[in-house]
């Protein structure tokens, strides 16, 4: 197994060698376009989030008991004939399994799909010992034979062209096999495999659930090849994380319900094996199995009492937040997890494979909530990965400077607005049209994928009091929280927003003491200066004196939402954190759902227009409908495209350290708002608008791309 860089330098290495696999971009392309819709139509009928509650539910109230679940399974299984053994480490796991394959006078074991056996690395430890160990999961066998690990959680070969299966095959076979006969490959596995389970002593397998009421394992496989292993040896051992231990049947056909259905959007797999002891088998030497369960901890049960992580533990392996994250479907399972990979992966693989295997890989996500969204146990995934983030940098007590940074600036408001006027002023030779002409010596040649928007001469709370029209007896009361991006670099856009409201009944202030929502610093694992900038900015903006908070940022939007559990628990700012969750609102849903604008306010015969939807609206908020409904209620005409859910890579300081990601997730973007015959692109977060405006100007398109606050104000009547 190959171990992943701690470095990000040679981490973004592997990271281009795997963005420039045209087979891979292809395959994952292909996966996840088909997988949407099938996980839909798997899923139509049920409801999906009441189900995942119910599964969190359920799991959250296992989890503090796994130490007594164990004892009423282990009860059940002996008095159903298994043997059942505990093993603390992953050693201690692949040390009993090798004892019991000794005893039992084993040479060959055949062996279905199991993450658990990957996280033991358990085929290397017992062909070490000297026993032949053939994974007979079709994609498990051909990464075995390339000496791979899984790409992926369900499809672990998803990796491969059939031209790699053909040559591979060829050389096993010593026979050449024709790469478009997939028949015919398949025919040399199922030949090479059968011959492996007729000589096999032992089976090992793993298993989704482990029944403390009956002492039932059960397997959710879709290939024979997981009955071959556990019926036709004479010894089978399965290999069992405790997270896998349920109370009843029914919590196992709870899980039951949404495991195949998320994982690859079936509404059953091929085959669910459900197993109590040992049972009869001939070529036992009493004609009865020998069944062993082995179950390990390996830091489960220490992870079962943590407050925060343990809701990891909720995790069934469906593999679905890695099928709709951005970024594993660029580059593929082998960048993008350790032994277990997506979203997921980033926060396993610190606690199964270290701080060193880990340090890299959780500073890669985006932050984009797609993960979060698909996964049936309800996981806050991109939370716990900032987590972690947070705790390896606690652990290693080394900061990177851009922390520091973060540290310094964003907690002294003053400063901070001080260095983006300096640089302001210090931009001016080299601004152009709005842009800066090159990019900044800081910035390598990879960055160069976009045009970088010039700081603007005025920021908009230095011109707030001139533009902002008073409002004699208002119908609503709002507060105005800029961000940095509409503030400093896109002030037009708050600008729009008045013009948009102009007498409407609508007061707008923007305190003066508010400063970056934090964010970027709980993106960097400073979770101690976010909470202290959260502290700021609820002085600054007390949520008792306004009726709305309304921002033009997404980002911004959504992080002033969760400042109720980032202060939770602080005496008087986590009360008016919550007070503010209730408050926050978005340009489009202010315009649909509070003034409830009507066409009659705009002129009609606008251009054809598309929509962007960013990840902390459409996911952090849940916000969907009303940017789309305000297009056309003023005037426009929405033009749909594919995938405006999906991220635009920006991710804030993501799009810097990542630009290689950054550039394809933009590059396919504005390839799809190109194909849509749109002539102008909006969205509603100034991060996005500085992504997609900059692409779209490096590129020379033809589609202009703007806030939907200014497309919405172009067109207001008078
Ligand atoms: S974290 Fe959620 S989505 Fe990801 S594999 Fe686990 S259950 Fe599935
Ligand atoms: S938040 Fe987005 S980028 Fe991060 S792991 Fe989840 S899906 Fe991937």
């Known amino acids: 197994m190959k171990e992943t860089p701690g470095d990000i330098k040679t981490y973004r290495k592997d990271l281009q060698r795997a963005l420039s696999n045209k087979f891979l971009?292809?395959?994952?392309?292909?996966?996840?376009?088909?997988?949407?819709?099938s996980r839909a139509s798997a899923f139509s009928g049920i409801d999906f989030e009441a189900l995942a509650d119910e599964i969190a539910r359920a799991k959250d109230e296992s989890i503090p008991r796994f130490a007594e679940l164990l004892e009423e399974f282990t009860a059940r299984a002996q008095e159903a004939g298994a043997v059942v053994h505990f093993a603390r480490t992953a050693f201690e796991a692949n040390s009993i399994i090798a004892s019991i394959a000794e005893e039992n006078g084993v040479r060959r074991i055949v062996k279905s799909k199991s993450m658990t056996a990957e996280e033991t690395f358990l085929n290397a430890h017992l062909e070490r010992a000297g026993y032949e160990v053939t994974e007979t999961d079709l994609g498990e066998w051909i990464i075995q034979l390339r000496g791979e690990g899984p790409s992926h959680m369900v499809m672990p070969a998803i990796h491969l062209s059939r031209g790699e299966v053909a040559e591979l095959f060829t050389k096993v076979t010593g026979k050449p096999q024709d790469p478009d006969d997939i028949g015919g490959m398949v025919t040399v596995a199922r030949t090479e495999l059968?011959?492996?389970?007729?000589?096999?002593?032992?089976?090992?397998?793993?298993?989704?659930?482990?029944?403390?009421?009956?002492?039932?394992?059960?397997?959710?496989?879709?290939e024979g090849n997981g009955r071959l292993v556990t019926t036709l040896p004479r010894v089978h051992v399965a290999l069992v994380g405790v997270d896998k231990l349920v109370p009843d049947v029914k919590s196992a056909l709870r899980i039951l319900k949404a495991l195949p259905r998320n994982a690859t959007g079936q509404l059953i797999s091929t085959y669910v094996t459900w197993i109590t002891g040992a049972v009869e088998c001939t070529p036992a030497p009493d004609s009865k199995k020998q069944m062993h369960i082995v179950f390990l901890d390996n830091g489960r049960l220490a992870l079962s009492r943590d407050p925060v992580f343990s809701r990891a533990l909720r995790c069934i392996r469906c593999?679905?937040?890695a099928n709709v994250c951005p970024i594993y479907k660029l580059v593929g399972g082998h960048n993008y997890g350790h032994v277990y990979i997506g979203a997921i992966g980033l926060v396993l693989t610190w606690f199964y494979h270290g701080r060193e295997n880990a340090r890299a890989l959780v500073e890669?996500?985006?932050?984009?909530?797609?993960?979060?969204?698909?996964?049936?146990?309800?996981?806050?995934?991109?939370?716990?990965?900032k987590e972690v983030h947070r705790a390896i940098l606690d652990v290693e007590g080394k900061r990177?400077?851009?922390?520091?940074l973060l540290e310094t600036v964003l907690q002294n408001r003053r400063l901070f607005h001080f260095l983006l006027r300096t640089v302001s002023h210090a931009q001016a030779p080299v601004a152009e049209g709005g842009y800066l002409r090159h990019l900044p010596l800081i910035f390598s040649e990879e960055h160069d994928f976009r045009r970088l928007p010039a700081l603007a001469k005025v920021p908009l709370r230095d011109k707030w009091?001139?533009?902002?029209?008073?409002?004699?007896?208002?119908?609503?009361?709002?507060?105005?929280?800029?961000?940095c991006l509409t503030d400093f670099v896109y002030p037009e856009q708050g600008e729009a927003l008045l013009t948009v409201c102009r007498d409407l009944g609508v007061r707008f202030e923007y305190p003066v003491e508010q400063t970056c929502c934090g964010l970027p610093a709980l993106m960097a694992g400073e979770k101690e200066t976010a909470r202290r900038v959260a502290v700021q900015n609820i002085k600054a903006l007390d949520p008792a004196d306004f009726d709305f908070v309304l921002t033009l940022c997404a980002s911004c939007g959504s992080h002033l939402k969760d400042y109720a559990n980032l202060l939770s628990g602080e005496?008087?700012?986590?009360?008016?954190?919550?007070?503010?969750?209730?408050?926050?609102i978005d340009f489009s849903s202010f315009l649909i759902r509070v003034l409830?604008?009507?066409?009659?306010?705009?002129?009609?015969g606008g251009a054809k227009t598309a929509y962007h939807s960013p990840c902390h609206l459409c996911r952090g908020q849940g916000v969907r409908v009303e940017p789309r409904e305000l297009i056309s209620t003023a005037g426009f005409e929405y033009v749909p495209s594919k995938d405006e859910e999906v991220c635009c890579g920006f991710g804030g300081s993501y799009s810097l350290d990542f630009p290689e990601i950054s550039a394809e997730l933009l590059k396919r973007k504005l390839d799809n708002y190109e194909a849509s015959g749109a002539e102008v692109l909006v969205t509603d977060c100034p991060g996005c608008v500085l992504q997609l405006q900059g692409g779209m100007a490096k590129r020379g398109g033809r589609i202009a791309v703007k806030h939907i606050a200014e497309l919405v104000a172009a067109n207001r009547k008078g």
Not at 400 to 404: E, F, G, M, S
Not at 465 to 483: M, Y
Not at 596 to 604: E, G, I, L, S, Y
């Open 25 to 37: 971009g292809a395959t994952l392309d292909a996966f996840a376009g088909s997988y949407p819709a």
């Open 194 to 222: 059968r011959r492996k389970f007729l000589e096999a002593d032992m089976g090992i397998s793993g298993a989704n659930f482990a029944i403390a009421q009956n002492g039932a394992i059960a397997m959710v496989t879709n």
């Open 319 to 321: 593999g679905a937040c």
């Open 364 to 385: 890669n996500c985006l932050n984009c909530r797609a993960c979060k969204s698909v996964c049936p146990a309800g996981i806050d995934l991109p939370h716990l990965i």
């Open 400 to 404: 990177p400077a851009k922390n520091v």
């Open 465 to 483: 009091e001139q533009i902002n029209p008073a409002t004699p007896n208002p119908r609503v009361k709002v507060a105005l929280f800029g961000g």
């Open 571 to 584: 005496p008087l700012s986590g009360v008016k954190a919550a007070q503010l969750k209730d408050k926050v």
């Open 596 to 604: 409830k604008v009507d066409p009659n306010q705009f002129r009609t």
